[in-house]
């Protein structure tokens, strides 16, 4: 159901010499003149226009050119490497050593994932996904009849998901607590302003008695969008207060969904009642990498159990 991932690259090469120039013993390539590969990449990183976007900042993009081409003689092998990184523009430029006769070299792209966009609406819609660009040879790239400029345009495909799975084992884990609390009475009050005495109504929240047993279901998600998931229960050890471990790395992030349900007494002092109630607690929370040691979160008052004597 995706699209193609295309991208653009167009590689310039420019001579910044024109005079016959080989290789000298011993070899010193900082000697040599050089041509100049350039281009600027694109992926399909937002869905929802019809433009293509820059490939990320810091990109890398790595020339390699076997020893051999510089020196027929060399017997060790190897090969020497260039490297540059995508600037803000999705462009690049590296200048590589050249003999007469050319050099045969090898354009590589480093592959990169992606939160691509591909919906806006209530719940915007978006999914990691890894892009790749194939390696590119150009050969005799310096050769005396070499054109000034050479351009390459292709369409590739991008991974259909993240290469390294879907799971992973989280390797570190961040502090997750704070303080759980219930409706417990309704009563009211009386408070003297000036010359008038006001009666005020008002709600008493008691902290969760200790035993209270929760429910956890912990996604926690890489850089790479791989997802681990925890489903654990956590027995409330102090009144109204709790803490869990959330398993998390430092440039992921966790979601987490705590539930609960319990039978109190709740009374009401007005009417000179006490009833006995259901409550619920539901608590949805996206977390980053830090502690969160002081939440607050109350339980929901559902329906009435019956009415004590």
């Given at each position: 159901?995706?699209?193609?991932?295309?991208?653009?690259?167009?590689?310039?090469?420019?001579f910044?010499?024109?005079?016959?120039?080989?290789?000298?013993?011993?070899?010193?390539?900082?000697?040599?003149?050089?041509?100049?590969?350039?281009?600027?990449?694109?992926?399909?990183?937002?869905?929802?226009?019809?433009?293509?976007?820059?490939?990320?900042?810091?990109?890398?993009?790595?020339?390699?050119?076997?020893?051999?081409d510089?020196?027929?003689?060399?017997?060790?092998?190897?090969?020497?490497?260039?490297?540059t990184?995508?600037?803000?523009?999705?462009?690049?430029?590296?200048?590589?050593?050249?003999?007469?006769?050319?050099?045969?070299?090898?354009?590589?792209?480093?592959?990169?994932?992606?939160?691509?966009?591909?919906?806006?609406?209530?719940?915007?819609?978006?999914?990691?996904?890894?892009?790749?660009?194939?390696?590119?040879?150009?050969?005799?790239?310096?050769?005396?009849?070499?054109?000034?400029?050479?351009?390459?345009?292709?369409?590739?495909?991008?991974?259909?998901?993240?290469?390294?799975?879907?799971?992973?084992?989280?390797?570190?884990?961040?502090k997750?607590?704070?303080?759980?609390?219930?409706?417990?009475?309704?009563?009211?009050?009386?408070?003297?302003?000036?010359?008038?005495?006001?009666?005020?109504?008002?709600?008493?929240?008691?902290?969760?008695?200790?035993?209270?047993v929760?429910?956890?279901?912990?996604?926690?998600?890489?850089?790479?969008?791989?997802?681990?998931?925890?489903?654990?229960?956590?027995?409330?050890?102090?009144?109204?207060?709790?803490?869990?471990?959330?398993?998390?790395?430092?440039?992921?992030?966790?979601?987490?969904?705590?539930?609960?349900?319990?039978?109190?007494?709740?009374?009401?002092?007005?009417?000179?009642?006490?009833?006995?109630?259901?409550?619920?607690?539901?608590?949805?929370?996206?977390?980053?990498f830090?502690?969160?040691?002081?939440?607050?979160?109350?339980?929901?008052?559902?329906?009435?159990?019956?009415?004590?004597?």
């Amino acid at each position: 159901m995706y699209r193609k991932i295309f991208y653009a690259a167009m590689l310039s090469i420019v001579f910044t010499s024109c005079k016959k120039y080989e290789v000298s013993e011993p070899l010193d390539l900082a000697t040599l003149p050089t041509v100049s590969i350039s281009g600027t990449l694109y992926a399909d990183l937002d869905q929802t226009n019809a433009v293509m976007e820059f490939v990320p900042e810091g990109t890398q993009v790595m020339v390699s050119i076997p020893y051999a081409d510089y020196d027929p003689n060399n017997v060790s092998g190897g090969n020497y490497v260039l490297t540059t990184k995508i600037d803000k523009k999705g462009s690049f430029s590296i200048n590589v050593p050249v003999v007469s006769s050319g050099v045969n070299a090898t354009v590589s792209f480093e592959s990169f994932t992606y939160h691509v966009l591909y919906a806006i609406s209530e719940d915007t819609l978006k999914e990691w996904r890894q892009f790749n660009l194939p390696i590119k040879y150009i050969g005799g790239l310096g050769a005396g009849s070499a054109s000034a400029t050479q351009k390459i345009s292709d369409t590739y495909n991008d991974v259909a998901g993240d290469p390294n799975g879907n799971t992973f084992n989280p390797t570190t884990k961040i502090k997750f607590g704070g303080t759980l609390r219930y409706l417990s009475e309704h009563k009211n009050y009386t408070q003297i302003i000036g010359t008038d005495t006001i009666t005020r109504d008002t709600l008493i929240y008691s902290n969760v008695p200790k035993g209270t047993v929760l429910t956890l279901v912990i996604y926690a998600y890489d850089e790479f969008g791989r997802e681990f998931i925890q489903n654990k229960t956590l027995t409330v050890s102090n009144a109204g207060q709790f803490e869990l471990d959330v398993p998390m790395v430092k440039n992921g992030y966790a979601e987490i969904e705590i539930y609960g349900s319990e039978i109190w007494d709740y009374e009401d002092r007005i009417l000179g009642k006490t009833y006995v109630y259901k409550y619920d607690l539901n608590v949805y929370e996206t977390l980053y990498f830090t502690d969160y040691t002081n939440q607050e979160y109350s339980y929901q008052q559902d329906v009435m159990i019956y009415e004590k004597e």
